[in-house]
């Protein structure tokens, strides 16, 4: 466990501390980028999902302002921070956890520490860094599936099985591809999807993967992580568990990792982007993003202490092969290297949709599906909650697209789906035609489907008008205030948001964002269940 007093010395103390030496191991040239990637990128959610460990100690002395310059100027919305490192103890853990705390609360002008997935979107709407408190490694929780809830308390989010070694709940990467999840592993896996932790697969074994995709019931994530296909390394994911997460909901970060490339070579950016091709072609466009697992700059002054944390490393038996070159991509050594991935990804022919995909709006939608309920510290209590609309809701007439008004308790007795959107929203625009789709095969059976902007309506009114014409939505489409709009989202304020609601009025199911594979038709088993 990297301590204060050691953080300079090592890896970690890398990633933030470079931002201030001028003698950088590959100039970053701004005219590399395109003036479209520029724009796309400046005007998209971006979130880095392993990024800035143990952020409290980082972040922090009489440098902190420089170091969050140079962190603001990257341009990530949200990050995913590792806390308890690869080998961190209970105590050890506590007091990371402790440290970012500490920098979440001095520093609240920059950063918001993300507990649901609300706090993604404020992050962006105030133009801070949110940040999400994650595990890498299990030995904080040592064999106490009880522990998950402890931390989750504590606001961890997202927690692996194993770091690349053995644990008593998986098998790491390193100790090959047989041996998998264990019944302790099994009841953890229940339990963070109970809470709403996201569990996150990175660096465990073949077997291990496999078998973690199929116990969980929420979508699972592999946060940063290479293709084995590309490259044949322990670290990096076959095609076939590749598939599978993709096929259970999730998402995988592709990393800037060594592990890209066989030794001796660096990766380049072209070595990135095969990965990342080979991801989006693998799983589809809907389920990969970046977790790039570097330091945001590198200096000359920064490789004598990366390589000694690879010794440490060695010493401690968690070094996976390939660790003989430092953890870079010199061509990407730059604070805004995902604006790189952006102009790469354009140049290759990929529209601005997908790449916004790639840049962070997938991870965001997949955190939205985990984490729902993580508000309360009882989530069946927080579920009890949604199990009805409120009254006041019912009864409020939202005003309608052409000037009608319509109350939600007109329709007692039918079932209804109410979706809540906006019109610049992405996921919303695939949504939409599949609610179409859903209203012209179920009206007849007595449906109703309404969908709300959450927009001001005068000054939405012409996009919301494009919008139906675009989609051809033949249903009622009109406005929810703003307190509507946060009485039906619970804290929880990501959209799209869809409800379904049964005949007798029971919410029979939630949903929170969109994901083209899985909830079409979890929509129609709702509302089908909804019509009964």
């Not at 259970?248 to 890209?260: A, E, F, I, R, T």
């Not at 000359?300 to 038996?317: F, H, I, P, S, Y």
Request: aromatic fraction near 6%; proline fraction near 5%; hydrophobic fraction near 40%.
């Amino acid at each position: 466990m990297i301590t204060r007093r050691d953080f300079g010395k090592s890896l970690a103390g890398a990633v933030v501390l470079s931002a201030l030496q001028p003698e950088l191991v590959w100039p970053f040239q701004a005219e590399k980028v395109s003036a479209k990637a520029a724009d796309l990128y400046r005007s998209s959610f971006i979130l880095d999902c392993n990024a800035l460990a143990s952020i409290g100690y980082q972040i922090t002395g009489s440098d902190q302002d420089k170091l969050l310059k140079a962190v603001r100027e990257s341009g990530i919305t949200v990050l995913k921070s590792t806390l308890g490192q690869a080998t961190g103890t209970f105590d050890e853990t506590m007091a990371d956890i402790a440290e970012a705390d500490k920098l979440m609360e001095k520093r609240s002008d920059v950063f918001v520490k993300v507990r649901t997935s609300s706090d993604l979107d404020h992050a962006r709407q105030q133009h801070k860094i949110g940040v999400i408190y994650s595990f890498e490694a299990a030995s904080m929780l040592e064999d106490k599936v009880e522990r998950i809830e402890l931390f989750h308390k504590r606001g961890v989010r997202v927690m692996q099985l194993s770091y690349n070694r053995r644990s008593p709940f998986g098998v790491g990467c390193l100790e090959g591809d047989t041996g998998g999840l264990t019944e302790l592993g099994r009841e953890a896996v229940a339990k963070m999807n109970e809470l709403g932790v996201a569990l996150d697969l990175s660096h465990a074994n073949t077997q291990t993967i496999a078998e973690g995709i199929a116990a969980t019931k929420k979508p699972p994530v592999i946060s940063h992580s290479g293709c084995r296909s590309i490259y044949l390394h322990p670290r990096n994911v076959e095609d076939r568990e590749m598939k599978a997460l993709a096929n259970k909901g999730g998402v995988m970060g592709v990393y800037m990792l060594p592990y890209l490339t066989p030794s001796p070579k660096q990766p380049t950016l072209d070595d990135y982007m095969q990965h990342l091709e080979h991801a989006l072609k693998t799983c589809g466009e809907d389920h990969v993003g970046v977790g790039t697992d570097v330091p945001l700059q590198v200096a000359e002054t920064d490789l004598e202490n990366m390589r000694r944390q690879v010794e440490q490393r060695k010493a401690a038996g968690i070094s996976a092969p390939g660790e003989d070159r430092p953890a870079y991509i010199p061509e990407m050594n730059t604070p805004r290297k995902i604006e790189l991935i952006t102009d790469a990804l354009l140049k290759r022919g990929y529209t601005s949709g997908v790449v916004q995909k790639v840049l962070g709006e997938n991870f965001k939608r997949v955190f939205g599906e985990i984490w729902i309920g993580t508000n309360s510290d009882n989530p069946a209590a927080q579920n009890e909650v949604l199990n009805k609309l409120p009254d006041h809701v019912v009864n409020t007439e939202f005003p309608l697209l052409g000037g009608k008004t319509v109350k939600l308790s007109e329709h007692s007795g039918k079932a209804m789906v109410i979706n809540l959107f906006a019109t610049w929203c992405g996921p919303c625009r695939l949504e939409s035609p599949a609610l179409a789709k859903l209203h012209h095969e179920f009206h007849d059976q007595g449906l109703v489907v309404i969908e709300l902007s959450t927009e001001d309506p005068q000054a939405s009114k012409d996009s919301v008008r494009d919008w139906v014409k675009k989609f051809h939505l033949p249903y009622s489409v009109g406005w929810a205030t703003r307190d509507i709009a946060l009485a039906l989202m619970q804290d929880q304020e990501s959209i799209p948001q869809s409800f379904v609601i049964a005949r007798d009025g029971r919410i029979v199911r939630r949903f929170i964002g969109y994901n083209p594979r899985t909830t079409v038709n979890l929509l129609r088993e709702a509302v089908e269940e909804a019509l009964k």
